[in-house]
Protein backbone atom coordinates (compact mmCIF):
# COMPACT_ATOMS: atom_id res chain seq x y z
CA UNK A 1 0.00 0.00 0.00
CA UNK A 2 1.86 3.50 -0.86
CA UNK A 3 -0.24 5.83 0.78
CA UNK A 4 -0.01 3.00 4.21
CA UNK A 5 1.53 6.35 6.70
CA UNK A 6 -0.92 8.48 5.45
CA UNK A 7 -4.29 6.51 5.85
CA UNK A 8 -2.10 5.27 9.95
CA UNK A 9 -2.23 9.06 10.51
CA UNK A 10 -6.08 9.46 10.08
CA UNK A 11 -6.75 6.49 12.55
CA UNK A 12 -7.25 6.18 16.60
CA UNK A 13 -4.91 3.94 18.14
CA UNK A 14 -6.49 1.24 20.18
CA UNK A 15 -4.08 -1.97 20.57
CA UNK A 16 -0.30 -2.78 19.82
CA UNK A 17 1.34 -5.67 21.16
CA UNK A 18 3.76 -8.44 19.42
CA UNK A 19 0.89 -9.86 17.14
CA UNK A 20 -0.84 -7.17 16.15
CA UNK A 21 -1.27 -3.63 16.08
CA UNK A 22 -5.32 -2.02 15.93
CA UNK A 23 -6.72 1.22 14.82
CA UNK A 24 -10.18 2.40 15.01
CA UNK A 25 -11.58 4.82 11.90
CA UNK A 26 -13.44 7.88 13.93
CA UNK A 27 -13.54 9.50 10.52
CA UNK A 28 -15.12 7.27 8.05
CA UNK A 29 -11.69 6.77 5.79
CA UNK A 30 -12.41 4.86 2.84
CA UNK A 31 -11.36 1.21 3.04
CA UNK A 32 -8.45 0.88 0.52
CA UNK A 33 -9.87 -2.91 -0.69
CA UNK A 34 -13.87 -1.83 -1.26
CA UNK A 35 -13.83 2.01 -0.90
CA UNK A 36 -16.20 1.97 1.75
CA UNK A 37 -15.88 3.04 4.81
CA UNK A 38 -14.45 0.63 7.41
CA UNK A 39 -14.59 0.51 11.21
CA UNK A 40 -11.13 -0.71 12.35
CA UNK A 41 -8.14 -1.64 10.94
CA UNK A 42 -5.93 -4.66 12.71
CA UNK A 43 -2.17 -5.30 11.31
CA UNK A 44 -1.01 -9.01 11.75
CA UNK A 45 2.89 -8.19 12.59
CA UNK A 46 3.16 -12.63 12.91
CA UNK A 47 3.03 -14.76 10.17
CA UNK A 48 0.12 -17.00 12.54
CA UNK A 49 -2.17 -14.83 14.24
CA UNK A 50 -5.95 -15.85 15.66
CA UNK A 51 -8.12 -13.07 15.86
CA UNK A 52 -11.27 -13.29 18.66
CA UNK A 53 -14.12 -11.59 17.38
CA UNK A 54 -17.36 -10.74 19.32
CA UNK A 55 -19.46 -11.21 16.09
CA UNK A 56 -20.02 -12.00 12.44
CA UNK A 57 -18.45 -9.11 10.37
CA UNK A 58 -17.35 -8.90 6.82
CA UNK A 59 -13.75 -8.20 6.05
CA UNK A 60 -11.36 -6.84 3.21
CA UNK A 61 -7.45 -7.66 3.29
CA UNK A 62 -4.60 -6.14 1.85
CA UNK A 63 -0.56 -6.79 2.55
CA UNK A 64 1.84 -3.87 3.83
CA UNK A 65 5.52 -4.65 4.47
CA UNK A 66 4.89 -8.11 4.45
CA UNK A 67 2.58 -7.81 7.18
CA UNK A 68 -1.30 -9.17 6.41
CA UNK A 69 -4.20 -6.11 6.57
CA UNK A 70 -7.61 -6.55 7.99
CA UNK A 71 -10.18 -3.87 7.24
CA UNK A 72 -13.16 -4.34 9.53
CA UNK A 73 -16.89 -3.31 8.35
CA UNK A 74 -19.65 -3.67 10.77
Same mark, same amino acid.
Request: glycine residues 2%; contains cysteine.
Given at each position: ?? &???? #??? *? #???? @??? @???????????? %? $??? $? %? @?? !?? &???? $? =?? @? !?? *? #?? /????? &? #? $????? &????? /???? =?
Amino acid at each position: MD &DFDE #LLS *S #LTPR @EDN @EAIASYQNTTAV %A $CPS $C %A @EP !FD &DMVV $C =KQ @E !FT *S #LN /LDFEM &D #L $CATIN &DGNVV /LFTH =K
